[in-house]
């Protein structure tokens, strides 16, 4: 089955500091893929998503995304970080040409960011 | 509208009692869904509708019982649950379409719910 790993389950970084969320799909297809965001006690709010067409994505909140198939990777980047990012980060993958019903999430990541 | 809606937000419930969530979306989506999301984990599917007729149940126990009454709403009704059974119920929907656009879920912000 296709699954998602994200590596890290807690990425802590100051303010203003690069902030790098790695996720690597299985799969020798390229699925699609997505980063949701969710804070706390709060639902899943989509960031980006890949569906094959440009390799580099740009969501909301300043956030975008590389798709890199040599690597199998799909890493979430932000140039500077604020307090307000402090979330927990879902990757997430739907088999290429499957139904939405197959979203298949990674465990998560949980982003500290220090004043 | 980019909304989902979910109603209550916060929901407190004995054992014997019986109780429902209700969703609500207003996007055209013809696919809907309800998560369990446990404290520190991704959420976990439960159900699928799809055109209004449940097409996918994962295993769920059958205190758990959905409703689909039109393409708009999504009901979940709760009876006898168990305090393992408290978690955040998540809601989303899609269009369903399996080519690459318009893949994603929308979430609903989830109803707390805990069981005593």
């Known amino acids: 089955a296709q699954s998602v790993t994200q590596l890290g389950s807690h990425v802590s970084v100051s303010e203003g500091a690069l902030v790098l969320l790695r996720c690597n799909y299985s799969s020798s297809v390229p699925p699609y893929l997505f980063w949701y965001v969710q804070y706390p006690n709060q639902g899943l709010q989509l960031l980006l998503k890949y569906t094959s067409a440009a390799t580099l994505v740009k969501g909301i909140n300043g956030f975008e995304a590389e798709f890199k198939k040599s690597e199998t990777s799909f890493h979430l980047t932000k140039p500077s970080a604020h307090m307000s990012d402090a979330a927990e980060y879902f990757c997430a993958v739907i088999p290429s040409g499957a139904g939405s019903y197959q979203l298949t999430f990674g465990k998560g990541t949980k982003l500290s960011v220090i004043p | 509208d980019t909304e989902v809606t979910q109603t209550p937000k916060h929901l407190v419930m004995g054992m014997t009692n019986k109780k429902s969530l209700k969703c609500e979306q207003h996007?055209?989506?013809?696919?809907m869904y309800w998560y369990k999301q446990k404290a520190k984990k991704p959420p976990e599917l439960m159900f699928v509708y799809s055109y209004e007729k449940l097409s996918i149940n994962e295993s769920v126990p059958s205190r758990f019982s959905p409703e689909c009454p039109n393409s708009s709403l999504l009901n979940l009704h709760l009876h006898a649950l168990q305090p393992e059974d408290s978690a955040l119920y998540l809601c989303?929907?899609?269009?369903?379409?399996?080519?690459?656009?318009?893949?994603?879920?929308?979430f609903g912000q989830g109803t707390r719910l805990t069981v005593v």
């Open positions: 996007m055209g989506h013809r696919a």
């Open positions: 989303a929907s899609s269009q369903d379409r399996a080519d690459g656009a318009n893949t994603e879920a929308f």
